[in-house]
């Protein structure tokens, strides 16, 4: 079987060719563009299909919230205008007459991690992916939890500042406004005047000037202050962090060094770790799915 894998963020596109054995190859990336709204999304990943042959299953991984059983995206913040309502997986199957699978981004991610990563083996666990927002996924005895509209696990719009900064979600103070890798780029931007992604931030000679630490540090306490919270209405063994920025091993340490001696007792059993596949979860569980149909 061959499954052409999507995973849509916030900034780019990444999509990959999918075997039976699971193991991604012709991996690419492309712009999301996202502020052009949905219609372009969809209108760019049927143009990838169309570069392609005999594919025989179609996986979509999206940001926004996703009723999975229909493929259509529920609600999607102004991140990407346009797109709530959109029926992805219906459109891509009336222009290319191929099955299509479509999940939320962070639910995916979840599904490959469980199968394949850093929760293999684990019956209950939360992910969180960091990136333009903070997207989220509880899996609960071997099952994603998703809500009763397809919406659960919104944790980057959790309030961790009570009247803080407006968020795209129309509410202030949302988790995601101060602890999402786009929050990290605006504050030290603040500070040196430069716009750098997360990997140059972390490059060593950013990452040991004083000032840009001070704000790498500060932004893994915000980080904590929504872990702490998921943890104490979750009681989860193990928390999964995803995403892009997630690749610094800095981020885990710091949080490992500080969340225990904040947590009660009780719920120090918690286990936080990396993701082991990185960008390649949700690529993976989403063909995954897709492999069912």
């Not at 969180?128 to 919104?154: C, D, M, P, V």
């Not at 060593?204 to 893994?220: A, K, L, M, Q, Y």
């Amino acid at each position: 079987m061959k499954i052409l894998t999507f995973d849509i963020g916030g900034t780019n596109i990444k999509y990959a060719l999918c075997n039976e054995k699971f193991i991604l190859s012709e991996k690419h990336s492309i712009p999301t563009e996202a502020h052009l709204g949905g219609q372009r999304i969809i209108n760019k990943i049927i143009d990838v299909i169309d570069g392609c042959s005999d594919i025989d299953r179609i996986a979509v991984s999206t940001a926004g919230q996703v009723d999975s059983e229909n493929g259509i995206v529920v609600y999607s913040t102004d991140n990407i205008p346009y797109y709530t309502g959109m029926m992805v997986k219906k459109i891509i199957e009336n222009k290319t007459g191929i099955p299509t699978y479509v999940e939320n981004d962070v639910n995916a991610a979840a599904t490959g991690e469980a199968i394949f990563g850093a929760a293999k083996g684990a019956e209950s666990f939360i992910c969180l992916t960091f990136g333009t927002g903070i997207g989220g996924a509880i899996y609960i005895n071997n099952k994603l939890y998703k809500g009763i509209t397809s919406s659960a696990a919104e944790f980057g719009h959790m309030i961790t500042h009570a009247g803080g900064r407006p968020c795209t979600c129309g509410g202030d103070g949302c988790f995601e406004q101060y602890a999402s890798a786009k929050a990290l780029i605006h504050e030290v931007k603040k500070i040196t005047g430069k716009t750098m992604n997360g990997f140059e931030i972390f490059k060593e000679d950013n990452f040991s000037n004083p000032e840009i630490r001070h704000v790498i540090d500060t932004w893994i306490d915000e980080i904590i202050i929504g872990l702490k919270s998921i943890i104490y209405c979750f009681n989860p063994p193990l928390i999964v962090l995803g995403g892009g920025i997630m690749n610094e091993d800095y981020i885990v340490e710091l949080i490992d060094r500080k969340i225990y001696k904040q947590l009660m007792d009780n719920y120090r059993k918690v286990n936080i770790v990396n993701t082991t596949l990185g960008n390649d979860a949700a690529l993976l569980g989403a063909a995954y799915e897709a492999s069912k149909l």
